[in-house]
């Protein structure tokens, strides 16, 4: 990987889009420092110290945000509504047949529906800014401290419409810094960006560990997070590159005097064919009702219940729901986003088959049993990497905010791998001799 970007940087316009990715980085973490008008940065910044380690229900949404988002920042949503938005739109493609028509029109259509991701996305900064100004506004943003209803002192319906548009603001300006990388930079903005936001969190939660830590004055601790990251990185690594190759063979056909086909390929199926969604997924359904208990008034037996079983990361019910979420996701969006019987008819119209299974709806079912039996150690295998944090908070007392936390770890190993693989697709392009010489 170093000696990718080694060779990235003598190369003169790999050179160029790697400093300017690097510039519009610097430029998009000045942003998540800068407060908006109508905050008091000083009660703030009191809260956000004694909230340290237990940011309860904003923890996944503020790592995503680099921190920004319990600051209430100019840039405090992050890319999550983007991510958002994209994720909607992906389903909605399975279910609107003019939202599929429009997948099936390559760029054109591609573009169509980039650019209703894109309204979606400013829809969802609205209210989710909306949301954030009143939970700021009551106090239950930090529940825990003394200075929470001290945040917004202005409770003006004009001061709170400036709140929410500096953040729809900012939400837009994130969403166009990414796409100046896809379009000027390396590629992959927006995940270059998530990237940066999660890594960005990462040096003040292991000094915490460190600070915390009584053995060898946190060392121990601290070396101890370190080895555990590494394993899992390496865990990860091997777990997102492994893949099952299911053989096709093309029938050569002729062509007036040209034969074509006569060729075999193969259909790469990875065990993690869901990614990261699923955790999203069930970290997000499961903060609902946490979420509609901290803003009901009352002591109903049913809030008692949630506050009780689904507020606390270490709780057994709590545990075992995460889980069977993942895995439920994880074959929910395998089976959205693949579609054995469009890549099987594909296969039969370009007269390609699978050696020993005949083509049509044989070749479907084929496909979706294997994906059904490798998906199952995908789905185990992110429920297990998503409760590293929970198994880190019981077993050496680690805060909620572990840092490598299976989320953040998907994310950017995910993002890292295929970076170095758009750095080393275009160092081959400049470099290719081909036949002449």
């Known amino acids: 990987m170093l000696t990718a970007f080694a060779r990235a940087f003598r190369t003169p316009d790999l050179r160029k889009k790697l400093l300017f990715t690097l510039a519009i980085i610097v430029v998009y973490r000045v942003g998540t420092h800068i407060p908006i008008p109508g905050v008091d940065y000083t009660s703030v910044q009191r809260c956000v110290d004694e909230a340290s380690g237990n940011q309860g229900l904003f923890g996944l949404v503020n790592m995503f945000s680099g921190g920004a988002l319990l600051q209430i920042t100019v840039f405090a949503l992050g890319i999550m509504p983007y991510i958002t938005a994209s994720i909607i739109l992906q389903l909605l493609t399975v279910v609107i047949p003019r939202l599929e028509a429009l997948k099936k029109e390559g760029s ?30 009551s106090g239950a943003l930090f529940s825990g401290c003394t200075v929470a209803s001290q945040i917004v002192p202005d409770r003006a319906i004009f001061t709170t419409i400036v709140m929410v548009i500096c953040m729809t603001a900012g939400t837009a300006v994130v969403m166009w810094l990414g796409e100046l990388i896809t379009d000027r930079g390396i590629g992959n903005g927006m995940s270059i960006l998530m990237f940066i936001s999660i890594a960005a969190t990462f040096p003040s ?32 690594v091997f777990v997102e590159q492994a893949q099952r190759r299911i053989p096709v063979q093309y029938a050569k056909r002729m062509i007036g005097r040209r034969s074509y086909g006569g060729t075999s390929t193969y259909i790469p199926l990875k065990v993690n064919q ?25 002591t109903s037996s049913w809030k008692t219940w949630i506050e009780a079983n689904l507020t606390k990361g270490d709780h057994p019910i709590y545990i075992s729901l995460y889980f069977l979420l993942i895995v439920f996701f994880a074959f929910f969006y395998v089976a959205i986003s693949f579609n054995p019987e469009e890549v099987a008819d594909n296969m039969k119209k370009y007269g390609g088959f699978i050696p020993g299974i005949r083509a049509g709806r044989p070749t479907a079912e084929y496909l979706s049993y294997v994906l059904n039996r490798i998906t199952w150690p995908g789905s185990l295998y992110l429920g297990l990497i998503a409760l590293v944090p929970t ?46 010489r």
Do not use: H
Not at 206 to 235: N, P, R
Not at 276 to 298: D, E
Not at 417 to 430: A, F, M
């Open 108 to 137: 054109a259509g591609t573009a169509k529906i980039t650019q209703y991701t894109r309204y979606l996305t400013v829809a969802l900064a609205i209210l989710q800014g909306t949301g954030l100004v009143a939970t700021a506004r």
């Open 205 to 236: 939660a292991l000094w915490a560990i460190k600070k915390s830590g009584t053995l060898a004055d946190g060392w121990i601790e601290f070396g101890t997070v370190i080895a555990v990251g590494l394993v899992m990185v390496a865990l990860v």
């Open 274 to 298: 869901a990614g990261v969604i699923p955790v999203i997924f069930a970290s997000s359904l499961l903060y609902i009702p946490a979420l509609v208990a901290q803003f009901s008034s009352g």
């Open 391 to 436: 198994m880190a908070l019981v077993g050496f007392g680690a805060s909620q905010n572990f840092p490598f936390g299976g989320t953040s770890i998907l994310i950017i190993v995910g993002v890292g791998l295929e970076t170095v693989k758009q750095i080393e697709s275009q160092l081959q392009q400049r470099n290719y001799e081909g036949f002449l």
